[in-house]
């Protein structure tokens, strides 16, 4: 039985760093761990005893995400595959934990896996769209995903489930939506909602108990970081062509 007294305190010293106006959550953390030595011993113990009592499900889903992350970052078909089995067990382990829009939206990457995997091995050839920045318009229609997005999934949310977080479960979903759909126009702002998301997602996957898939999730927000980056050095290549 885990104890959701020690879990709350490492949620809320996560929320607090969010509220404050720090340049990165990291450095908060690394702050306040500095600043109060005891914080940094609770944490890790309360760390320590979540992850052993994490679920076989979460574990699998964890790892096959890295794997995926990992297939993703070479380039490879199998990213796919791997992608498909950890949407699967996530879709299972977030309804679980009443985190039921992140399980639909997995339901998504699910679709999104298994289309991606045929597309790949059909050998489709298509030119692929430049990278470029969102026009006012793009990142309006962003935001209204974002907004609306949010007031239906919290409506539905709080109206015909028990979930005990339907707002910060809306925006994790709605964000990642945006996010989806700058990324598929190839538009260099997909990072900044997806980190959105990612953000949010972090301290609410601590709040629910499944810590190995909160670390999973800080890895995608450094991924998206670089993938930030990296966008911006290939922007700048296309227009030295």
Known sequence: ??????????????????????????????????LYPMNADDFL??????????SPWEWV???????????????NVLLYPA??????????????????????????YLVMSIYGWVYWLGKKSK???????????QLFIASAIVL???????????????????????IVSSAAWAGMWLLAKR????????????IVAIPLQFHKNIPLYAMLTTVLFVVAIFGFYNWKKIMKMQTAR
Request: one cysteine or more; proline letters at 2%.
């Open 187 to 198: 538009k260099l702002e997909n990072w900044i909602f997806l980190n959105i998301s990612n």
């Open 127 to 137: 030119q692929e769209l430049p990278v470029t920045k969102a026009n006012h318009q």
């Open 1 to 34: 039985m885990r104890n959701k007294k020690q879990t709350k305190n490492i949620v809320a010293l996560i929320l607090q760093c969010l509220k404050n106006k720090f340049t990165t959550i990291e450095y908060c953390i690394l702050r306040e761990l500095t």
């Open 83 to 108: 992608g498909i089995i950890s949407t699967v067990f996530s879709i299972y382990l977030l309804a679980s934990v009443q985190l039921y829009a992140e399980s639909f939206l997995n339901v998504y």
């Open 148 to 170: 609306f997005g949010w007031a239906i999934l919290y409506f539905i949310l709080r109206q015909y489930t028990n979930s005990d977080v339907p707002a910060w479960d809306a």
């Open 45 to 54: 113990s309360q760390l320590s005893q979540q992850l052993s009592a994490t």
């Open 61 to 75: 889903a964890v790892i096959f995400g890295v794997i995926q992350v990992l297939f993703a970052w070479k380039n």
